[in-house]
């Protein structure tokens, strides 16, 4: 995507998030279609803020959960695309620990896929709902300094956000123990640090990453409590930042290892706004998808609308 389609989608959010702070927080924008969600891997957030996001377009709504491991192979994941495709699904969101299943969900089914998270590959609109969520504390993305901190290496949204940050502007610091970086980070627009004293005073962000300790095979740290005495933002550390610094962190968190309890509650912290905006994000992205004949500028028409009738 460019900068301007990621502007538009995060324009058109704003009328989602006003559709949120309604007494009744739904339109009927999408009825009649139906939004599948397809997750072989746990979620809380993601789940639920997608399947939100589909009732307050009124989109009819399936949810299918897979156990961990009985459907992972290719050919059980074809089958289960082409089961949920004959229900007339319209649009499948996919989260699985493959990289590269929504491509490949892709060239199964007429349905639109979206990208809850492939692997360690991608978040997409993780992405698209922390560029939201600075951009209404911050106004703009485009000069910011902003420092991703932790397991980079087993992260999809590390990936995401350094696509989508860089691309609206902002500079992005990768703030890592080395095991914790990818092997190679050639071609990524970010510079690294292994020492986040010296980097948290220039911040103007500072996106927390969850120690993903079930993707984490081999002894990449050596203890939680090791990493978290060099890298966790404390009181300590969070005064170091400045006052308008923002915190982030996609959820969920390991307290006591990537922050504290206290730092997630300070007034520079966004974590609940994030969990917020991502429902009104995906709004904004299954109407993209789905809502074809209606205007896609965040008009009236779309906001004004009201269910019933
Ligand atoms: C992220 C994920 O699943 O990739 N969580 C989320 O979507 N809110 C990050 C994580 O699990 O650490």
């Known amino acids: 995507m460019s900068r301007g389609d990621v502007e538009g989608i995060l324009d058109l959010t704003d009328t989602f998030a006003e559709v949120g ?70 649009a499948i969101v996919v989260r699985h620990a493959m990289a590269g299943t929504a491509h490949r969900l892709a060239d199964w089914t007429d349905a639109c896929v979206i990208n809850a998270g492939d692997g360690c590959h991608e978040h997409p609109t993780q992405a698209l709902l922390d560029c939201y969520t600075l951009r209404e504390r911050r106004g703009d993305l485009d000069g910011m300094r902003i420092g991703i901190v932790g397991d980079i290496r087993n992260s999809r949204v590390a990936r995401s956000n350094v696509l989508a940050f860089s691309l609206l502007g902002a500079e992005v610091v990768l703030v890592a123990p080395p095991t914790l970086l990818p092997p190679s980070i050639d071609g990524w627009p970010v510079t690294v640090s292994h020492d986040l004293d010296a980097v948290l005073p220039d911040l103007d962000a500072c996106y927390l990453l969850r120690m993903q300790r079930e993707r984490i095979t081999e002894g990449l740290v050596p203890s939680m409590r090791e990493y978290a005495t060099d890298y966790g933002l404390d ?62 500028a965040p008009d009236q028409s779309v906001a004004d609308q009201e269910v019933g009738g």
């Open 235 to 296: 009181a300590r550390r969070a005064a170091l930042l400045s006052a308008d610094a923002v915190i982030l962190h996609p959820g969920p968190t390991n307290p006591g290892v990537e922050l504290t309890t206290a730092v997630a509650a300070d007034s520079r912290s966004v974590i609940l706004d994030q969990v917020s905006n991502g429902v009104s994000v995906r709004m904004a992205v299954l109407f993209m998808l789905l809502g074809s004949g209606m205007d896609l």
């Open 21 to 90: 702070r309604r007494p009744i927080p739904k339109v009927p924008a999408l009825r009649g279609r139906t939004v599948a969600s397809l997750f072989f891997e746990d979620s809380t957030r993601t789940r639920m803020s997608f399947e939100t996001a589909a009732k307050r377009l009124s989109a009819d709504t399936m949810t299918f959960t897979a156990g961990s491991s009985s459907l992972s192979k290719g050919e059980s994941l074809r089958d289960t695309v082409e089961v949920i495709g004959s229900y007339g699904a319209d």
